[in-house]
């Protein structure tokens, strides 16, 4: 099994940041994608940035300019920093990625327990 074990939520200020980290721990051979999710009560989960094993990135365009993903392929972690926070962030935070854990296995979808990130005016 593989676990995702997400830190780095809280509260902060607009216009503060914060980091986010998601560590992946398990029975893991290799990871592809790696992605940050967010979700408020009601609505949807949206993908908010998302990182290819070959560090190519995409954002939702709400974030563009004030979020950056990275991922540390050695540790296998991936990264949230968040920049010039609105409260429209405040939301739970919920890290993916998907997980061969033996080779040629299919690849499985894993996600973290989710953070909580709010964001005061």
């Known amino acids: 099994q593989v676990q995702l074990v997400e830190s780095g939520g809280g509260l902060v200020q607009a216009g503060g940041s914060l980091r986010l980290s998601c560590a992946a721990s398990g029975r893991i051979f290799s990871i592809n994608a790696m992605g940050w999710y967010r979700q408020v009560p009601g609505k949807q989960r949206e993908l908010v940035a998302g990182?290819?094993?070959?560090?190519?990135?995409s954002y939702a365009d709400s974030v563009k300019g004030r979020f950056t993903i990275s991922r540390d392929g050695a540790k296998n972690t991936v990264y949230l920093q968040m920049n010039s926070l609105k409260p429209e962030d405040t939301a739970v935070y919920y890290c993916?990625?998907?997980?061969?854990?033996?080779?040629?296995?299919?690849?499985?979808?894993?996600w973290g327990q989710g953070t909580q990130v709010t964001v005061s005016s």
């Open positions: 993916n990625a998907d997980v061969r854990g033996v080779p040629l296995e299919p690849w499985a979808d894993y």
């Open positions: 990182i290819t094993r070959g560090g190519v990135t």
